[in-house]
């Protein structure tokens, strides 16, 4: 079998990125493990999740054990890979293309973003709020990006707490 395999990515700039190889195997494996054909190097995927394979002339994917794959919000044990059919195995979201000449398949991988640890969310949210000075009471700064941090609270101009003559 041979697959067209596009992996969509994102440049520093936040621009989409799309990336085409090619891969030949009988029944290639999908998962983190290094075995997999399609490596998706991800804790939340199983070292080998599914399997593409040949049934009744048609392409279809199936988790492997206990594996599933995600169709339509729905747990799913296998999945006839037609154009536009979508699943998702772990953080992971398919969409199989029609094929061009040559190839059997065409799938378009895109990673979703990655989950925050929660200790990434404190200091998220911790970010987000305003400072307070322990003394007087007054709004110290705010982290945000190009903001000032203001040292008295009289040069606080509104919630911002940028200094009054410096720039916003």
């Known amino acids: 079998m041979k697959i067209l395999l596009a992996t969509i990515t994102r440049n520093r ?24 054909v399609i490596h998706l190097p991800d804790p939340r995927v199983a070292l080998e999740h599914a399997t593409i394979f040949m049934a ?10 206990s594996a599933v794959l995600i169709v339509d919000g729905r747990s799913e044990g296998e999945l006839v890979l037609a154009p536009g ?7 992971y979201h398919f969409v199989v293309e029609t094929p061009p000449p040559g190839y059997d398949l065409a799938l378009r991988a895109r990673a979703a973003a990655p989950r925050r640890s929660v200790r990434d969310q404190v200091a998220l949210a911790f970010l987000a709020y305003p400072r307070r000075n322990l003394e007087t009471g007054g709004v ?3 982290f945000r990006r190009h903001r000032r941090i203001a040292a008295d609270p009289a040069d606080c101009r509104g919630d911002d707490a940028t200094l009054a003559s410096g720039s916003g």
Do not use: Y
Not at 13 to 26: D, F, L, N, S, W
Not at 56 to 65: E, F, L, S, T, W
Not at 85 to 91: C, I, M, T
């Open 85 to 91: 059919s979508r699943f998702e195995l772990g953080p």
């Open 13 to 36: 700039k936040g621009q989409p990125v799309r990336t085409e190889r090619t891969i030949e195997a009988e029944t290639p494996a999908l998962g983190r493990g290094a075995q997999c």
């Open 56 to 65: 009744d002339g048609a392409q279809r994917i199936a988790g492997v054990g």
């Open 140 to 142: 110290v700064g705010t």
